[in-house]
């Protein structure tokens, strides 16, 4: 017969729960989660011979774990598949973060990286790293029903596809405004990404990822500080880069402008607008180092809620804290909830 073990042996019936995933402090009742009686409680059970024989988890965490493990405010699902399934947020982070941070030192031009190359030397970390393991990590927040996460963790991932897609010749995706056509794809993606009709019109896609981070930056105002610090800083690297592109866009324009006006002999005119486009082009390598700092800035908050989510998942006996923000930023049934019971309570009194 097999029996809880004692709070010598484990954990036993009266012990606090040790995993982090159910409410701390307290034993749960059977409408919230799991109790002491359940049988799928996260207990040590011992047979007649003292052998271990069953080991589970439960999964009625507080609202600052869930949040901490899922970067998702907590919501009540149908199902138990919370129950049944791995926590995807920290593959989602290890494919962001990894694809990342190469990507920000890349734009920031260190150890003589060329940060007008864009980082295209890393385009496999882009796709699989990046595309294809933030995806999947989506995936999994959409099977436990996270959707802020889901939508966050699909938007990066499909983002960093197309970056990659775009970088890779086979799409001819800068070769298609090459001003002649070139022997190679190669060739024609080299000289079509310095044509002002590639850099605007990639100038777009840079913009509206600038919008979609903003947006999910407010919502991550209900989840934690680090999640919310780190969308901030990405929308701001957004901004700066799209920013970066439209003033490219000028400076190949008026650089090119300055070579026609050199042949036509109009060589202080030439002079002039040459500085002018000599100008934009400084401004726009001093925003894209920006981005790159800002990417650098979220990439290191990226690898603290990994570390913080890891050290949770694995219940090791130190924790870094993430400051829930989910009390402090009430949600709408939970304010309409308290202004119900104050109504109640007023009508009380009187």
Sequence with gaps: MSVPVDSEQGIGPEDPPRNGYYASGANVDSEQGMGPEDPMRN??????????????????MDPATFEKLFLNPQTNVHGDLRKMFAVPTPLALVGFGIALTPLAC???G??????????????????WLGGL???????????????????????????????????????????????VPQPTLEASAAQGQLTPGYT???????????????????????????????????????????AALFLEHQAIILITKAGGLEGMGNDAAAVATLARGEARLKLTLRLVVGAG???????????????????????????????????????RSQIRKENKAREATSLKMR
């Design 200 to 242: 605007s019109s990639f100038g777009f896609i840079l913009v509206f990822m600038t919008v979609f981070s903003f947006i999910v930056m407010v919502c991550s105002i209900r989840v934690n500080v680090p999640f919310f610090l780190l969308l901030l800083a990405v929308t701001l690297a957004f901004a700066l880069l799209s």
């Design 110 to 127: 260190w150890r003589g990286s060329n940060n007008q190359k864009m980082g295209v030397a890393d385009i496999g970390a882009y796709f």
């Design 106 to 108: 890349c734009l920031m």
């Design 43 to 60: 207990d040590y059970a011992y047979g007649s011979s003292g052998a271990q024989m069953q080991r589970t988890e439960s999964f009625a």
């Design 133 to 179: 393991a933030v995806m999947l990590a989506a995936f999994g927040e959409w099977l436990l029903g996270n959707t802020f996460a889901f939508t966050v963790f699909s938007g990066y991932g499909a983002w960093y596809l197309s970056y990659a897609a775009t970088l890779q010749p086979f799409y001819n995706a800068q070769g298609a405004y090459a001003y």
């Design 293 to 331: 700092a800002s990417f650098f800035v979220a990439s290191m908050l990226n690898w603290f809620l990994l570390l913080a989510i890891m050290l949770a998942v694995v219940d090791f006996p130190l924790g870094l804290p993430v400051l829930d923000l989910s009390q402090i930023m009430k949600s």
